[in-house]
C-alpha cells in the first residue's frame, strides 16, 4: 500500500464543501425587537395564531393575512403559497416553517422564511406591526450554491446570458394577472451556449403593486450578483419576495415550461476575417491548406500533451493511493482508495473498533490531514448486497440536514463495500440511553433536544427534502450523538425512496428490526411515514423510562405504557433520574409516544404535528388510543416467536 498524495489530501479537506447541496428549506430570518420567550404575551398568541394558518391558506387559496391579541403585543402574519401549488404540499409546507419560526424565534418578533420542496414554495412571516400591502426589503437571506462554475467556461458570456434571463424572468414576474391572489409569480428555463439548462423561480407576495414586487426583486438579485456571481446557482430572500436559480430543475413549476433555447453565438469581427471560406467549385490555395496542417498539428500536440500528464498524474495516484470524484445519477461522490482506508484504520485494527453492526463493522479512521472519520466495512456475505450498499450511497450523497449523518464517500474495490461518515464522538444513543452508568448525563434537557432533533431529521425525510425517504429502521443504535450530543438519524441501507406523490407501499420481505417494526408493516408490508412515526414512538418512550423495549414484564414498552396510561399513573414509566423534572412536561411526552404507537396507522399523527406539540404550551394534544400489540416472550420461555432486535434486510430504490 503506497502513501497518500498531496492531491488526495486536499481533496478529503474540502470533502464536505463538494458533497454540501443547496438547501434552503429551514433558513429562518429572526429580527426585530426582542421579548421574554415563551412565556410573553407575544410568544402566547403566535403559539395560539400559528398552527391555524396552513388550514386558512388553503381555504384562501394560497394567500392568508391574519392577527391575533391587542397591542403592544398583537401578532400579525402573512403566509403564501406559490401558483399551482399541491394543497397538500401546501399545508405541510406551512406547518414545517411555522414550527421552524416557533423554535428559531424564540425572542424576536419578527421573522420571515421562505421554503418548500419540488411541489410547493412558501412563505410565512410575522411581526407586531403591520406590513400587508408593504413592500419589506430588509433584512436579505442569501444562500449560494457551493460550486463554482470552472475557470474553463467563458464566463463573460455566462454571465450575459445569465442577466438576459433575470430580465426576461423579472419582467413577466411582476406583470400583474387581475387581482389573482396568486399573481406576481414565473418560473422560467432556458439554455445557455456552456449549460443546457438553467432554472430561474421569481416570486412576490400578491399585496404588492407591481413597481414594488419589480423593486424587491431587482434588489433580490443584486444582492446575489453582488457577492456570488460565478456560483452555479443559489436563492436571495426578502419578506416580500423570493428569487432562486439553478443548473437543475428544483421545482414541478418547470416541469410544464417552454425552455428557451441559447441564442446563436456572435461572431467576432476579428473571428470573421480570419475564417477560410470554401465556394462551391473552387480550390483551397496553397496557403489555405498550409495554414489548416498547422492548426490542425498543433491541436493534436496539445491533446497529445494532455493525455501524457492526465495518465502521469493517474499512475502517481494508483502508487500512492487515491481519491476520486465519481459522478452517479448527476450526484457527485468521493471514491475512496481502499489502501488510504486501510492507512487511515491501521489496518482495520481492533484498537480502532468503534461498534459492530448487523451487517458489519464500524472503526475510526484518520487521513493524513487530521481529519477524523468513522469508517464502516460490510461483512463479506452478510447478505446486505450491492443494491443495499448502493441505496445508502445514492441517498445520502442527496441528503443535507443538521439531524442526519453525513456520507462522506465509498469505497467497493475487488471484494470490499465500505461507507465512510462523518465522525461523530459521542457514539450512538443506546451507549447512554441504556447504561446505567451514562444515562444520568442524559438530562431531561438533553433528551427533550435528542427527541426533537430526530423529529426535525425525519420530517426532512418524509416531507422537507426534496426526495421522499421511509428510513424503516429507526432505534436508538442508529441515532448518533455528537459532541454537542446533537442527534443524527444514520444507517439509510434499508431506506425507501419514495415518489412524491406517493403515500402508502407494499413489500414482500421486511426490513428494520422486530420491537420498532409497525404492524402493519411486519404483518402485510404495507410502508408509509407513519411506519417511521411508530418506530419514533417506541424510541421516545425508551427516552423516557431509560429501559429497552423488551424490558417490561415481557409485554413490550408501548403496552406496559398504555396501561399505566388507562390506570392514571404513567409517572410510573419515567427514569428515576427525570423523577425531579417537570412531571407535566414529561407526561406530555408520554402521550405524543402512545399517540405514535396507536394500532390505526391514520390515527398517528405526521412528524410535522409531533414537532409542533414539541415546541408548545398551549397545543391541546389528542388523546391516544391502544397500541398495536404487545411484546411476546422469547421461544424459550412461552414457545412463541421471539421478537427480538433480529435485523432483515430489503431493498427497493424507486
Not at 102 to 120: A, E, K, P
Not at 169 to 187: P, Q
Request: charged content about 20%; some cysteine.
Amino acid at each position: 500500500m503506497g502513501k497518500c498524495s498531496a492531491l488526495m489530501i486536499f481533496l478529503s479537506s474540502s470533502l464536505l464543501l463538494v458533497l454540501q447541496t443547496l438547501h434552503v428549506v429551514n433558513a429562518v430570518k429572526c429580527f426585530g425587537n426582542s421579548f421574554n420567550g415563551n412565556s410573553s404575551t407575544f410568544a402566547q398568541n403566535r403559539q395560539k395564531l400559528f398552527p391555524t394558518l396552513a388550514d386558512k391558506v388553503i381555504i384562501n387559496d394560497g394567500f392568508y393575512n391574519a392577527s391575533l391579541g391587542q397591542d403592544p403585543d398583537k401578532v400579525y402574519a402573512l403566509v403564501s403559497c406559490a401558483r399551482g401549488y399541491d394543497q397538500d404540499a401546501c399545508y405541510n409546507c406551512v406547518q414545517s416553517l411555522t414550527q421552524n419560526t416557533l423554535t428559531d424565534c424564540r425572542s424576536r418578533r419578527d421573522s420571515f422564511i421562505w421554503g418548500g420542496n419540488d411541489d410547493v414554495t412558501c412563505l410565512v412571516r410575522s411581526s407586531n406591526q403591520s406590513t400587508f400591502g408593504s413592500v419589506q426589503l430588509k433584512p436579505p437571506v442569501v444562500w449560494p450554491s457551493p460550486d463554482t462554475i470552472e475557470s474553463s467556461k467563458n464566463i463573460t458570456l455566462f454571465k450575459q446570458q445569465w442577466e438576459e434571463m433575470v430580465n426576461r424572468t423579472l419582467e413577466a414576474a411582476t406583470k400583474a394577472e387581475g387581482s389573482s391572489v396568486l399573481k406576481y409569480y414565473k418560473a422560467e428555463k432556458a439554455g445557455f451556449t456552456e449549460f443546457p439548462d438553467v432554472y430561474m423561480l421569481m416570486q412576490c407576495t400578491p399585496d404588492l403593486s407591481s413597481r414594488d414586487c419589480k423593486q424587491c426583486l431587482g434588489d433580490c438579485v443584486m444582492y446575489f450578483r453582488k457577492d456570488y456571481m460565478g456560483r452555479k446557482g443559489g436563492m436571495a430572500s426578502l419578506p416580500s419576495c423570493y428569487f432562486r436559480w439553478d443548473l437543475y430543475s428544483f421545482h414541478n413549476a418547470f416541469d410544464n415550461v417552454t425552455r428557451v433555447p441559447a441564442p446563436p453565438p456572435r461572431p467576432h469581427a476579428q473571428e470573421k476575417e480570419s475564417c477560410i471560406t470554401v465556394k462551391k467549385g473552387k480550390s483551397i490555395g496553397y496557403g489555405g491548406i498550409i495554414a489548416i496542417v498547422v492548426v490542425f498539428t498543433f491541436i493534436n500536440l496539445l491533446v497529445f500533451i494532455g493525455f501524457i500528464k492526465v495518465y502521469a498524474r493517474r499512475g502517481k495516484l494508483n502508487n500512492v493511493g487515491s481519491a476520486e470524484y465519481s459522478d452517479s445519477d448527476g450526484q457527485f461522490m468521493l471514491r475512496f482508495d481502499l489502501g488510504m482506508i486501510v492507512m487511515a484504520t491501521d489496518d482495520f485494527s481492533s484498537e480502532n473498533t468503534l461498534g459492530q453492526g448487523g451487517f458489519g463493522t464500524v472503526y475510526k479512521g484518520t487521513f493524513p490531514n487530521g481529519q477524523e472519520v468513522a469508517v464502516k466495512r460490510l461483512t463479506k456475505g452478510s447478505g446486505q448486497g450491492d443494491m443495499e450498499f448502493k441505496n445508502e450511497v445514492s441517498l445520502l450523497t442527496r441528503l443535507q440536514h443538521k439531524n442526519l449523518v453525513k456520507l462522506l464517500g465509498f469505497c467497493n474495490e475487488g471484494d470490499e463495500e465500505i461507507l465512510v461518515y462523518e465522525f461523530v464522538p459521542n457514539s450512538s444513543l443506546d451507549h447512554f440511553i441504556f447504561d446505567e452508568d451514562k444515562r444520568s448525563l442524559l438530562t431531561w434537557e438533553v433528551r427533550f433536544r435528542i427527541i426533537e432533533g430526530i423529529a426535525r431529521g425525519l420530517l426532512y425525510l418524509h416531507e422537507d427534502s426534496q426526495l421522499k425517504i421511509i428510513h424503516r429502521d429507526l432505534k436508538a443504535s442508529n441515532i448518533l450523538l455528537d459532541a454537542e450530543m446533537n442527534p443524527k438519524v444514520a444507517d439509510f441501507g434499508t431506506a425507501r425512496l419514495f415518489d412524491s406523490d406517493e403515500t402508502r407501499a407494499e413489500t414482500k420481505r421486511i426490513a428494520g428490526t422486530r420491537g420498532y417494526m409497525a404492524p402493519e408493516y411486519l404483518n402485510h408490508g404495507q410502508i408509509s411515514a407513519k411506519s417511521d412515526v411508530y418506530s419514533f414512538g417506541v424510541m421516545l418512550l425508551e427516552m423516557i423510562s431509560g429501559e429497552r423495549n423488551n424490558s417490561f414484564e415481557g409485554e413490550g414498552l408501548a403496552a406496559f405504557a398504555w396501561k399505566r396510561w388507562v390506570e392514571g399513573k404513567p409517572e410510573i414509566i419515567i427514569d428515576p433520574f427525570l423523577i425531579e423534572n417537570p412531571r407535566n412536561e414529561i407526561i406530555k411526552l408520554i402521550q405524543i409516544g402512545l399517540l405514535c404507537v396507536q394500532e390505526n396507522s391514520t390515527k398517528r399523527p405526521t412528524m410535522s404535528s409531533v414537532i409542533i406539540w414539541l415546541g408548545s404550551e398551549t397545543i391541546i394534544i389528542p388523546l391516544p388510543k391502544a397500541p398495536a400489540f404487545t411484546w411476546i416472550r422469547s421461544q424459550s420461555e412461552s414457545g412463541a416467536m421471539s421478537l427480538s432486535d433480529d435485523v432483515f434486510t430489503e431493498l427497493s430504490c424507486r
